[in-house]
């Protein structure tokens, strides 16, 4: 820091080398991470790393570029947590590949790729977040047609969420929900003090105005109504979760977490009795091993949890667990059973932990920046990351019912790696704009 | 209040939200909180998971982990003197190598079986660590392995069993059911393990079809092939028990000249009823017979009066001193309990001193009856594994032998001895004589099925040692024939044939 006679000037720091040490650093961990599976696997490093390194790496080092051309005083952490969490997803699919079948991993490159090259995109064309505001309602509206649209499209694992195209299949509920934050961002930033503070008064309750609360339940409503139709729970439970927290956060109203936690009761309830499917979900939460007694042999719950408990404290070591015993979806929503298994608790913990300091990084950006949209679209994209990593985990590890939902940026999915990536984009781009120093006075 | 809208200006702090609310800096921090306090949540259920239900989850029955890690590598070996009886072949399948056991049934009581499919048992189960090599003594960086998982080459485990004594006793057994214990005297050393009919652990010891089939028949088997008779299972020892009340006797001082007359009334009636305590032989039914004659002659009545006199708790601490009453007889297969009742009336504690009413014993203990005899009073602990080694042959463990109980004094026992060869020179036990050798043994015929209506247990316990030696005899024996065709069941006449082929096995080394 330099000191100049006369006023003490402040000196920003951007923090852009800490960014490029980090990424390499990703990048590298990736690679070493890629070298060990071959080493366990086959006992020879894979003929391919280096080129599967340089890909890595060139994606990683173009989105730095990026981000040092246009958002010189962004956070320094959601890119390489990006690119980490990506990185580490391609290892994990790749030794998953070795041992079930199919062959994800050169996909699943080709999706981050797309990912990066949106995420550049975003960081050099939105010069403001502001803009997005603008499109809050045709975005909600999109939103709501893609939600729609695999309803057209047959049933994959029970699930009505995908849409598929020839070779080619996508979750647009994926991307549905950055349009539903907007949405949601936008409308709550106008209509705040008239939640709060306006309307009817019941007792001690204030009963927002009809005209205000309406269209945002209607709309909310419409979402989660649609995704319980399509039986995908994962994220009809992330939705409604941004919707309280959102709210929460706009209107500093308690009250409105009550009523939401009370209809999110009702529903569950609802939908547990009414469903099949979910309620033999529940079952598997309730006894995960009640199959095994039952002579029905272990559930993909129990397998994960076997998995788990395989990998202990330090874990077996990239390649060398049993992955495959747990069956199909070990590449997308059981994928973090794998982590546990040969990372063991020391690496699902610091999986866990990376995730938590994005999260983190995202509110923290929230809290700073001054505009109310910006400030509830950056927690509302944190909140989508923190809920998605528990719902995913929570499920997979046995705490909550599994509801079948992408670990961010780990699991096997197009669909999940370019929306992640324009989630952190955005991060990227609103810790910019909270960061910027103020124009100096002259 | 004039700061209505949301501070377009200010950074955060309270009263910036609707009207003097909390502002989004403050709700912010608290929902960021609570994403946070979500995946906290995550880590505790990951340690719990991870850390507390690993051994738990690990060991359920439908996890396949540890079952494909155990037969990733070939299975160190179980040997009989200095030749393997087990090894292990490559397979195609999901787990790379198999068990194979050369003469499967021979030592199938000794070794157990481990099957992909149906687990491990006996010494396969109890040195399963050791030969699959996870035993953390084999590893020479202990510490370094347990964190880099390496496993080492599986050991041997070197039992202490003779094979000539465990053909003898095999052949002797043939199609009868039933069982041989053969132990070293002088340090516990199991020198014969044998169980009617028998099975071929290797039949089943993959996780196929055929394997599946080889199984389900053994189980369905009403012969029980798949049950060590040996050590698992308990019958009444019926008149081998009198060797216990003798020992106790003399050793209580009830009776100090095993030839003087005994005060033992005819007919002696059970105390407190009115049934008389009946003899098999009517060379018994006197007055005052003594020791001497009542062991050769197999008398009930005498025996029956004795343990009474010699009461509860000394009978007690005598057979206890043998191996009744101890469920935790680890050898390192567990044997399964023989039982002395330790509550009783005089009358039941008669019937029980002629080893009846509740009286029941594994042939491994009645082994250690004799061989406590045998070996000057002292009951040396038996002992299956002689040393374990590595695959490279150096030793993880060797076996000491170790002293079990002192059951009396020698004084004691050179009087149950003579009794004993005076059983076998001139009495009940005559199939037992070996030439060249001196032999003490004791028969037993013991009631067997409701109302006896089942084919009694032929039992007979002997010691040998050749005739020039005065050290411990170097071998003794317990057999029980369960269900023969023979006609006349009897101990010396079943029973006593088979100990005879087993001690000469030993006695020819």
Not at chain 2, 248 to 273: N, R, W
């Amino acid at each position: 820091m330099t000191r100049t006679a006369g006023r003490p000037r402040r000196t920003v720091r951007t923090r852009r080398n800490t960014e490029l040490a980090l990424v390499l650093a990703a990048v590298l961990t990736a690679v070493l991470g890629y070298a060990e599976v071959g080493l366990n696997v086959d006992g020879t490093v894979p003929a391919d790393a280096g080129e599967y390194g340089a890909a890595l790496g060139v994606l990683a080092l173009l989105a730095h570029a990026a981000v040092r051309w246009r958002a010189p005083y962004a956070d320094p952490l959601p890119l390489p947590i990006g690119v980490l969490l990506n990185g580490v997803g391609l290892v994990v699919i790749y030794r998953l590949d070795r041992s079930t079948p199919g062959n994800a991993a050169p996909a699943q490159l080709l999706w981050s790729a797309l990912g990066v090259g949106l995420f550049i995109l975003v960081v050099l064309l939105l010069r403001d977040h502001r803009r997005l505001q603008r499109y809050a309602y045709i975005g909600a509206l999109a939103a709501l047609v893609l939600l729609v649209l695999p309803i057209f499209f047959p049933p994959v694992y029970g699930s009505r969420i995908w849409i598929t195209l020839g070779p080619l299949s996508f979750q647009p509920g994926e991307f549905a929900k950055i349009l539903l934050a907007v949405f949601f961002a936008a409308y709550l930033a106008v209509h705040r003090d008239a939640l709060a503070l306006t309307g009817r008064r019941v007792r001690r309750f204030r009963l927002p105005p009809g005209r205000v609360l309406a269209p945002v339940l209607v709309i909310w409503a419409a979402f989660v109504g649609v995704l319980v139709l399509e039986t995908d729970l994962g994220t009809s439970l992330l939705f409604f979760g941004l919707f309280v927290v959102m709210l929460y956060v706009a209107t500093a109203r308690t009250g409105w977490i009550v009523i939401g936690l009370f209809l999110a009761a009702v529903a569950a309830v609802g939908v547990g009795w009414l469903s099949p499917h979910v309620h033999s979900r529940v079952e598997d939460w309730l006894d995960p091993l009640g199959s095994i007694a039952a002579g029905r042999g272990a559930n993909q719950i129990a397998q994960s949890l076997f998995a788990f408990a395989w990998g202990g404290e330090l874990g077996t070591g990239l390649g060398n667990g049993y992955s495959a015993l747990i069956g199909f979806a070990a590449k997308s929503d059981f994928i973090l059973a794998t982590i546990g298994e040969e990372l063991g608790l020391t690496g699902l913990i610091a999986l866990l932990l990376v995730y938590a300091l994005l999260v983190s990084r995202g509110f923290r950006t929230g809290i700073a920046l001054r505009d109310p949209f910006g400030r509830l679209l950056a927690i509302g994209l944190a909140a989508i990351v923190g809920l998605q990593v528990f719902v995913v985990a929570g499920g997979v590890l046995a705490l909550i019912p599994l509801t079948g939902m992408t670990l961010p940026f780990v699991a096997q999915g197009g669909s999940s790696v370019v929306t992640n990536w324009i989630i952190v984009a955005l991060l990227v781009r609103m810790s910019d704009t909270a960061r910027r120093p103020a124009p100096e006075e002259a | 209040m004039a700061r209505g809208r949301s501070g377009d200006r200010s950074g955060g702090g309270r009263g910036d939200g609707p009207q003097g609310l909390p502002g989004i800096s403050v709700t912010g921090r608290r929902a960021g909180t609570f994403c946070l306090l979500l995946i906290v949540a995550l880590c505790v259920q990951a340690t719990r998971v991870q850390v507390f239900r690993a051994e738990e989850l690990n060991h359920n029955s439908a996890n396949q982990r540890l079952t494909v890690e155990r037969y990733s590598q070939p299975r160190g070996d179980i040997l009989v003197g200095a030749e393997p009886v087990t090894g292990s072949v490559p397979t195609g399948g999901r787990y790379d190598y198999k068990r194979t056991y050369t003469d499967g049934p021979t030592y199938a009581a000794v070794t157990g079986y481990s099957s992909q499919a149906y687990g491990n048992t006996q010494l396969e189960g109890t040195e399963d660590e050791l030969l699959s090599g996870t035993d953390t003594r084999l590893a020479s960086w202990a510490v370094w392995d347990a964190v880099a998982r390496r496993r080492n080459p599986g050991g041997d485990v070197h039992t202490t069993v003779d094979r000539a004594a465990q053909q003898a006793a095999m052949r002797g057994l043939g199609r009868q059911k039933g069982a041989v214990a053969a132990i070293e005297p002088a340090t516990g050393r199991i020198l014969a393990l044998a169980s009617t009919p028998s099975y071929d652990p290797g039949s089943f010891a993959g996780a196929s079809a055929d394997d599946r089939e080889a199984w389900n028949r053994l189980q369905a088997d009403a012969g029980q092939p798949m049950l060590n008779r040996a050590l698992r299972q308990t019958y009444p020892p019926g008149s081998t028990f009198k060797v216990v009340t003798a020992a106790a006797a003399l050793e209580g001082g009830v009776v100090t000249d095993v030839d003087a007359p005994t005060d033992t009334p005819f007919p002696y009636v059970l105390p407190g009823t009115t049934t008389p305590l009946v003899n098999d032989t009517r060379a018994c039914d006197e007055p005052g017979q003594s020791l001497a004659t009542a062991m050769v002659l197999s008398c009930n009545s005498v025996l029956g009066h004795l343990g009474v006199q010699v009461g509860l708790e000394r009978m007690t601490a005598m057979a206890e001193a043998f191996g009744f009453n101890d469920a935790g007889l680890d050898t390192p297969v567990r044997a399964a309990r023989s039982n002395f009742d330790t509550r009783m009336d005089e009358a039941q504690l008669a019937l029980s001193s002629i080893g009846q009413f509740d009286t029941a014993a594994t042939p491994l203990v009645m082994a250690m009856v004799a061989a406590g005899v045998a070996n000057d009073g002292t009951v040396m602990r038996p002992q299956l594994v002689e040393k374990l080694t590595r695959s490279d042959g150096t030793a993880v463990q060797l076996m000491e032998p170790s002293v079990y109980r002192r059951a009396m004094s020698p004084a004691t026992a050179g009087q149950v001895r003579r009794l004993m060869t005076d059983v076998v020179e001139k009495g009940t036990g005559r199939n037992a004589r070996i030439a060249g050798a001196v032999v003490g043994g004791k028969t037993g015929t013991a009631q067997n099925g409701p109302d006896n209506s089942g084919t009694p247990y032929a039992w007979f316990i002997s010691w040998a040692a050749p005739a020039d030696s005065d050290g411990v005899p170097p071998v003794a024996v317990a057999v029980v024939i369960a269900d023969s065709d023979a006609t006349d069941v009897t101990g010396g006449g079943l029973a006593a044939p088979v100990a005879r082929a087993v001690m000469q096995a030993v006695l020819a080394r």
